[in-house]
């Protein structure tokens, strides 16, 4: 359990495909009785060091006290399974953010099903 920065949920599809952008949002909830900031990161581990940033457009706000912030960002699916780590921070009164808190989702590779077309050959009769 976070002290003032609580991570409630990470949204992300379950699978998609390499090279898509996938959009996902971090959802913190401010424990504390007042209005604080709190900022939040994230990597993605895929197999690779060190591991890849998600790009959080908007990464911290001003949230009151008991309310729930949203913070969307996105990132490029690997060709393979991901897993992403959502991180929150909380802003002191010493000008410092301090860790929080943590969470992970994985977002599976989704496999690419041909699409069948319908293709007629008409038939041709030598005149």
Known sequence: MAQYADII???APNQAVAGERVNITVRVRNTYS???S????GALDFGVTPW????FPENWANVDGGAVNSF???FLMPDGRVTIHAYSYWY????????DDDMTK???????????SEF????????
């Open 72 to 74: 969307s960002g996105s």
């Open 92 to 99: 002191g009164a010493d000008g410092y953010w301090y860790f």
């Open 9 to 11: 949920e990470i949204v």
């Open 120 to 127: 007629k050959i008409a038939d041709f009769y030598k005149v």
């Open 52 to 55: 890849p940033g998600i790009d």
């Open 34 to 36: 007042e209005a604080i």
């Open 106 to 116: 994985t977002v599976n590779l989704a496999a690419l099903t041909p699409q069948v």
């Open 38 to 41: 709190v900022m939040v990161g």
